[in-house]
C-alpha cells in the first residue's frame, strides 16, 4: 500500500491585520518537508500522527511531501498557498498512490480565494480522479461544496478545546481503508444553515454544542437512530467575512444517500433550534474585573482565577498585542496576576539587552493597526524587574497537540510587582500548562491568570482553573460581532439579520 499524506492548515480571520506568508506556517521560519515533517509529527496527537500510525500499522509506504500549518491571521498570501498546494499536486501526480489523507482545516481563505481546500481537493481531482481521498477538518471549518465532493470521506473535529484532532484523523484514514478495500462505498450529504455561532458559546463542553456533538457521535451507531459511518457537526469561523462562513454538517454512510441526507437534515435543525444559545451576552471590563476582585482568593490545592482577553485571542487572527484588558488589571491594583501574553518581539529585545534583573520601563503590545474594528490599540508603558529570558520553546504536555514543540520565539517575563507579563516573539495561544512553566512561572501558585483566549485555554487550564471570568477587551476577535463589518457572508443570517424567532 502507497499512501499520500499531507498537512495545510489556516483559519483565516478576514478582520486581522497580522499578515500570513509562507513563514508563518510551520514551526520554524516556514512548512516542514519530507522526512523532517514525518519526524516532527510521529508520535504526536494531531491529525498527522494519526495518519502515520495508520500507515505503520498497515505497513504502508508513505510519501509526505509537506507539513504546513500556520497560526491564525489575516488571508493567506497568493504565493504561499500556490507553493504548498503545488507542492501537493505535485506529488499526486507523479501517481502510484492507494489512497490521499490529508489533515486540512476547512476556513483556510486567500487572497483570491474564499475555499482554498476546495480549490486544492478540486486541483487534485482534476489530476488524479480515481484515488480515494480523506480528509479531517477543525470543527471551525466553514463548508464549500468542492470541499466535499471532491473528497471519499471528511470527517470534522467533535471537541472545541479541540483535544480530538489524532481521533478525527483516524477517523477519516479507517474509513478510507475501508473504501479502498472495497468493504464500504462511502457517500456524503452535506449541508448549512444561516447562522453564525458565536465562538465563545461553541465550548463543546457547554449547552448547545455539548449535546449536538453527542447526537453527532450516536450517529455511528448501529440501530434504527443511527448507522452513519461517520457525522460532523461544524461550528464555523465566523470571524470570516465570506459566502458560507457559518454552521454547517456532513453525514458519511456506508451507500445510502437518503438515511445520510436525513440524519445531515436532523443535524442541522437542531443546530438551527439552539440558535438563540449560541449567541454570547457582552458585559463591560471594569464590572468583570471588580466580579473577579470578589472571588475568594485560591485557597491550598485551589488553581488560578482566570480573567480571559477574548477579543485578542491569537489562535484567531487576533494581533495578540492589544494592552486594554492588561492595563485595566494593572489600573484595579489586582495582585499576583501571571499575564499570558503580549506578542512583542521590539519590546523582548530591549528587555534582552537590559538582562535579567534589571528595572526597566518598557512599552509593551499596540504596534499593529487593526483597521478593520473600531477604537485605536495604544502601547502600554509597564514597568519593572525583568525576571526571565527564554527561547520560548517547550513540548506541549497535552491533551492538546501533547508532544508538539511550541516556539515562542525569545521570550521574557517582566514582573511589575503585582504581575508578571510574559511578552513573546512567535504567536501562541494559552493552552498548554508549559507555557507558563518554560518561562518560569507556576501558573498553580498565582490568584490570577490573565489568557489571551477564548476557549483552547480550556485544554491545558480548563480543569485546573478556580473561575473563570470573561473580560471584553479590544481585538480583532472581538466578541461583539457589531464591529464586524460583513460585506460577503450570505445575508440573511443569523444572529446579524434575524431575530429571535
Ligand atoms: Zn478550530
Known amino acids: 500500500m502507497r499512501l499520500l499524506i499531507a498537512m495545510m492548515k489556516h483559519e483565516t480571520n478576514t478582520f486581522s491585520p497580522v499578515p500570513t506568508p509562507l513563514a508563518r506556517f510551520g514551526h520554524g521560519p516556514g512548512p516542514l518537508y519530507g522526512e523532517a515533517a514525518v519526524k516532527a509529527y510521529r508520535g504526536t496527537g494531531s491529525g498527522l500522527g494519526a495518519y502515520l500510525d495508520l500507515a505503520l500499522r498497515e505497513g504502508a509506504q508513505i ?15 497568493d504565493a504561499a498557498y500556490e507553493h504548498i498546494a503545488g507542492i501537493i ?72 478545546p479541540h483535544v480530538d484532532t489524532y481521533d478525527t484523523a483516524k477517523r477519516a484514514g479507517e474509513i478510507l481503508f475501508g473504501a479502498m478495500r472495497g468493504r464500504v462505498r462511502p457517500v456524503m450529504a452535506w449541508g448549512n444553515v444561516p447562522m453564525l455561532p458565536h ?18 457521535a ?44 436525513r440524519l445531515r437534515d436532523e443535524l442541522l435543525e437542531r ?17 468583570s474585573l471588580a466580579r473577579a476582585a470578589a472571588i475568594d482568593p485560591p485557597t491550598a490545592g485551589e488553581g488560578p482565577i482566570v480573567l480571559l482577553d477574548h477579543y485578542d485571542n491569537c489562535a484567531s487572527g487576533g494581533t495578540m498585542d492589544t494592552t486594554a484588558v492588561l492595563a485595566a488589571i494593572l489600573r484595579a491594583g489586582l495582585d499576583n496576576v501571571a499575564a499570558f501574553a503580549i506578542y512583542d518581539p521590539a ?9 535579567i534583573g534589571a528595572e526597566i520601563a518598557l512599552a509593551v503590545g499596540g504596534r499593529m493597526a487593526m483597521p478593520q474594528i473600531p477604537g485605536e490599540s495604544r502601547p502600554l508603558t509597564v514597568t519593572g524587574t525583568v525576571k526571565t529570558i527564554s527561547n520560548g520553546r517547550f513540548r506541549n504536555r497535552g491533551p ?16 511589575t510587582g503585582k504581575v508578571e507579563i510574559a511578552l513573546i516573539s512567535r504567536h501562541v495561544e494559552p493552552s498548554d500548562l508549559n507555557c507558563f512553566y518554560a518561562l518560569g512561572i507556576d501558573p498553580m501558585q498565582k490568584r490570577f491568570l490573565m489568557l489571551k483566549s477564548r476557549i483552547h485555554w480550556r485544554a491545558g487550564l480548563g480543569n485546573v482553573a478556580k473561575a473563570v471570568v470573561e473580560c471584553a477587551g479590544m481585538g480583532v476577535c472581538t466578541s461583539d460581532y457589531s ?9 440573511p443570517i443569523y444572529p446579524l439579520d434575524l431575530p429571535n424567532r
Not at 507523479?94 to 483570491?112: N, P, Q, R, W, Y
Not at 515562542?408 to 517575563?413: D, L, N, R
Not at 464591529?483 to 445575508?491: E, G, I, N, S
Open 483 to 491: 464591529q464586524l463589518a460583513f460585506t460577503k457572508v450570505r445575508r
Open 271 to 287: 443546530a438551527w433550534a439552539g440558535r438563540e444559545a449560541f449567541v454570547y451576552q457582552l458585559e463591560p471590563l471594569e464590572q
Open 63 to 77: 510519501v509526505l511531501p509537506v507539513a504546513a500549518g500556520a497560526s491564525p491571521s489575516r488571508p493567506v498570501e
Open 347 to 355: 519590546a523582548v529585545g530591549q528587555a534582552i539587552a537590559a538582562g
Open 89 to 160: 499536486c505535485d506529488s499526486v501526480a507523479k501517481g502510484g498512490f492507494d489512497g490521499i489523507m490529508l489533515d486540512l482545516h476547512g476556513a483556510m481563505v486567500t487572497e483570491s480565494l474564499e475555499d482554498g481546500e476546495g480549490e486544492l481537493l478540486r486541483r487534485i481531482r482534476a489530476i488524479d480522479a480515481q484515488t480515494p481521498i480523506a480528509v479531517a477538518y477543525d470543527m471551525h471549518a466553514n463548508l464549500y461544496p468542492a470541499m466535499v465532493e471532491n473528497a471519499t470521506v471528511v470527517a470534522g473535529y467533535r471537541t472545541y
Open 199 to 216: 465562538v465563545m458559546r461553541q465550548g463543546s463542553d457547554d449547552h448547545p454544542n455539548r449535546e449536538l456533538q453527542a447526537r453527532v
Open 400 to 415: 492538546m497537540g501533547r508532544g508538539v514543540l511550541t516556539d515562542m520565539g525569545p521570550s521574557v517575563v517582566i514582573d
Open 218 to 261: 450516536e450517529m455511528r451507531n448501529p440501530g434504527p437512530d443511527g448507522g452513519a459511518l461517520d457525522a460532523s457537526l461544524f461550528t464555523g469561523f465566523p470571524h470570516a467575512d465570506i459566502t458560507n462562513a457559518g454552521l454547517s454538517a456532513v453525514v458519511v454512510t456506508d451507500g445510502d444517500r437518503a438515511l445520510a441526507e
